[in-house]
């Protein structure tokens, strides 16, 4: 699952979207506002409540895997959502240990699914298996789209447009619990603990 990431690097967000700025975090949690990608940037609430339902449900991933045949996503829209990282948590006896996932400061994508309820847009995050050299810490990852599947993506055409290069080179290091609080967004969030 991905319940937290970052964007840090202001310039290279800049780099990657033809100027345009982003408010830097170093944690992003379920009900922000994020930044998500369409035609055009834009923020979008970070939960997802189908059309049809009741009462919101709030859903901050989705499965690449059912992502088609789960009613609450069958008929949503798809999005892309910039990050420079995200956080695992790791469970061993009890005590969970959060990490630092990253890509050595580069901007990606996570490949998202959006829609609207009662007049308010939330999005999740779309979630896969995560690469043998993850599993150790978490058996799911967010579903780094490949930069040159963007369009394909948007369009929900058919395919597994994850980029594998990327997520072969993700690193990981233990963080202190310090990010378990929303509220803490600074830079302390990704101090590696040294152990």
Known sequence: MCGRFTIRNENA????????????SFNIAPG???????DKLSTTNWGFTPLWADKPFNLVNARFETL???????????????????YEWKIEEGVKTPYFH???????????????YRGRVGCAVVTTEA??????????MPFIVHRSHYKD???SNDGNFIDQ??????????????VNNPQNADQKCIEKIIS
């Open 102 to 116: 990253h890509l050595d400061g580069d901007i990606f994508c996570f490949g998202g699914v959006y829609g609207g």
């Open 153 to 155: 993506w948007l369009a």
């Open 165 to 178: 290069t990327a997520t072969n080179r993700v690193k990981f290091y233990a963080v202190s619990t310090y």
């Open 13 to 24: 967000f800049q780099n990657q979207f033809g100027g345009q700025s982003v408010s830097p």
């Open 32 to 38: 922000n506002k994020i930044t998500t990608m369409t």
């Open 68 to 86: 088609s045949t789960k009613p609450s996503f069958r008929d949503s829209s798809r999005c892309l959502i910039p990050a420079d990282g995200w």
């Open 131 to 140: 690469s043998d050299h993850l599993t150790e810490i978490h058996e799911r």
